[in-house]
């Protein structure tokens, strides 16, 4: 019991040995979850000590002892330690990076964070905790949910709560807390973007008035992330309520697991440790001896498959909870026999004045930010693109630039064609800012709101907006993705969807599920509030089945055929996958490399690896970039030739190529 085995924060896949210092030098003996400081060449460094053994492979004398424990925060928990193991192995990062990046930032410093005072009750304060103020009955539904769930409090079960958009999951979710903490244990709930969603965090103040809640996302200065994080990892805290990477603090009496969302793709991260926290989160779940559950209106495939195969419990919200709010009507304008002029179908512009006139708010959603997609000369064909991407400019109409939406880059609209000499250049294509130019047009009239990146680029801006729009400040919106989550716009009644079949008949056999989810929470916008709601598709494919299934309300069909469409050609969740990305000033070098490792271990016989192709957008920000798949439908088989791969790249991988491992890959742009 002398050795102790310190994950640092290097970029080595390997743990690092110190000695126990003598017996009088430490108050304690370290001991696993404890962060130390140790030397590490000439300077001090913060590590978290994973394991105590007896002996090391190097030799004694060459040992250092740690200099000291640092007792500012809470000792991490066993739990914590196994949750860090799992997520290094599986997705194949060091696992120094893991903790470390798991940590806020304050306690990755070898400085003693400064003493904070226990905050005193007040003279009078009712200091009982978890006193839950309901604001509405559960209906028969959310009982039942709150029941089955209730039921299984105390042990590891997995469900999917699958509620139809305003169905009201997040009333279960509040009853099912309540019981939580009355049992002296902490809820930990999940939310795709956090940022969007305060509505959530009020409704959790307002029903738990005494509770301390701690919240925790990326946009968080570094001293509110630590003590949020602080106050869960003491279990001072009941709630957890935060974006993926709340599934990644010590929760010492965790007793319910929440992943709202649960499909949504931010949860998945995109650098570094590529984690899903929705699987973090099952995992959490599991090793806790907790109930986990993944709320959603068109769950993630996955998800749908586990409740399939038995391992997942489903539970249905069939209706909308606010009585006589009913789902919205869908109906598909055929662009065959109603072409759209500037974007918009007659159907579309005679349902947007009917709104008008009766005074309710319409919403058009387009997918796609700026003013035009392409700016090209009609008589050579130039367009123009972006000098380090494989990607077309986009045209803002504010400030009159072309911007690239991979790299960043910018520059001025051409006078004239650059190849010749056209003065007459034209956008193709619209997007948000271009849609609201016509709407301006078409109802100069009307009040109309803009809400997309561009137009809430600061925090604050967003939720003004949307604020605003609440208060009927606008009459029509214009909207990407980001005004469908999770937002509730009382005098919504119609939205237009335009521009749906771009994904259609998208190469990525996960572009079906994401417009089906894209499009069903777009629609559950509307008509939240016993109004009735009606949501218009512009498209040309109206027969196309994803659509008919939309119309229905219907995703459990569309699920099974997408599932039965999935099985067929052999992809996830059929099978796992992982992808091998290489990035380099010339593809050659990427190109080589992929093919290089892919000879370099024979692989196991049920893993199948494909050869290595350049990405669709192939040059991102001046690097070239590909990569290869790996297949199978052995778990072990495929984490065990990952093992094998990363222990070779760590170890030494070209210095000219920047290379990553994605396992579950769910982007291959
Ligand atoms: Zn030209
Ligand atoms: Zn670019």
Redesign the pocket.
């Known amino acids: 019991m002398s050795v102790l085995r310190v994950a640092l924060e290097v970029p080595l896949a390997t743990l690092f040995d110190y000695l126990q210092p003598p017996p009088d030098a430490l108050p304690a003996p370290a001991q696993p979850g404890d962060r130390v400081v140790v030397p590490f060449g000439r300077r001090e460094r913060v590590g978290i000590v994973m394991e105590c053994v007896l002996a090391s492979s190097i030799p004694h004398e060459r040992l250092k002892p740690i200099v000291r424990v640092l007792e500012d925060a809470p000792r991490l928990p066993p739990d914590w330690l196994e949750l860090m193991r799992f997520l290094a192995s599986y997705y194949q990062r060091p696992l120094g990076e893991t903790v470390a990046g798991s940590l806020p930032s304050r306690l990755r410093s070898v400085k003693t964070l400064p003493r904070r005072k226990p905050r005193a009750p007040s003279a009078g304060e009712d200091t009982s905790r978890a006193r839950f103020v309901s604001s509405n009955e559960p209906n028969p539904a959310q009982a039942d949910a709150v029941k089955r769930i209730g039921a299984a409090l105390g042990g590891f079960k997995p469900f999917l709560l699958h509620g139809v958009t305003g169905s009201g999951k997040t009333e279960v979710y509040l009853h099912l807390v309540a019981r939580v903490l009355e049992r002296g244990g902490q809820a930990l709930v999940m939310v795709p973007e956090i940022g969007l969603t305060p509505q959530l965090e009020a409704r959790f103040r307002h029903a738990f008035p005494r509770e301390n809640i701690a919240i925790l996302h990326s946009a968080l200065q570094a001293g509110a992330r630590t003590h949020a994080w602080l106050d869960a990892a003491r279990g001072d805290a009941g709630i957890v309520l935060g974006t993926r990477l709340a599934a990644l603090t010590p929760l010492p009496r965790l007793g319910l697991v929440v992943v709202d969302e649960e499909h949504d793709t931010s949860f998945k991260q995109q650098e570094g440790l590529r984690y899903s926290g929705r699987d973090a989160a099952v995992f959490r779940a599991k090793v806790a001896g907790c109930p986990v559950v993944l709320g959603s209106a068109t769950p993630a495939l996955e998800t749908w498959h586990n409740c399939r195969a038995g391992r997942y419990e489903r539970i249905d919200l069939p209706e909308r909870a606010v009585p006589g709010a009913m789902l919205p009507r869908v109906r598909l304008v055929d662009l065959r026999t109603d072409p759209a002029a500037h974007g918009f179908a007659g159907a579309s512009v005679a349902a947007i004045r009917g709104r008008l006139a009766r005074g309710e708010q319409s919403l058009v959603f387009i997918n796609r930010r700026g003013y035009s997609p392409v700016l090209a000369c009609e008589a050579c064909g130039w367009a123009a693109g972006?000098?380090?991407?494989t990607?077309n400019?986009v045209l803002h109409a504010v400030g009159k630039r072309l911007r690239?939406?991979?790299?960043?880059?910018e520059e001025r609209i051409p006078r004239a064609c650059p190849t010749c000499g056209n003065p007459d250049l034209r956008p193709v294509g619209r997007g948000t800012q271009r849609v609201q130019e016509t709407l301006a047009d078409l109802f100069p009239e009307a009040r109309i709101a803009r809400i997309d990146r561009d137009s809430a680029r600061r925090r604050g801006e967003l939720q003004q907006a949307l604020e605003g729009i609440r208060r009927g400040e606008a009459d029509l919106l214009v909207g990407t993705q980001l005004l469908a989550k999770g937002h509730d716009f009382p005098g919504l009644t119609l939205v237009c969807v335009l521009g749906a079949d771009q994904s259609l008949f998208s190469t990525d056999y996960r572009a079906a599920e994401r417009l089906f989810a894209t499009l069903a929470q777009v629609a559950g916008r509307c008509g939240r509030r016993g109004q009735e709601g009606e949501v218009l598709v512009q498209t040309k494919f109206p027969q196309h089945p994803l659509f008919g299934a939309l119309v229905r309300h219907d995703y459990s069909s569309f699920a099974e055929a997408q599932l039965a469409d999935r099985e067929g050609a052999g992809f996830p969740p059929f099978v796992h996958e992982a992808a091998l990305r290489a990035e380099a000033k010339q593809l050659e070098v990427s190109m080589d490399f992929l093919r290089e490792v892919a000879a370099s271990v024979s692989p196991p016989g049920d893993v199948r690896i494909y050869d290595p192709v350049p990405h669709v957008i192939t040059r991102?920000?001046g690097y070239e970039r590909a990569q290869l798949l790996v297949q199978s439908r052995s778990r072990p088989a495929l984490q065990s030739l990952l093992a094998s791969w990363s222990e070779r790249l760590f170890a030494g991988a070209p210095r000219n190529v920047r290379w990553h491992l994605d396992v579950d890959p769910i982007e291959f742009d």
């Open positions: 972006c000098e380090r991407c990607a400019l690239c939406h991979h790299c960043g880059w991102r920000a």
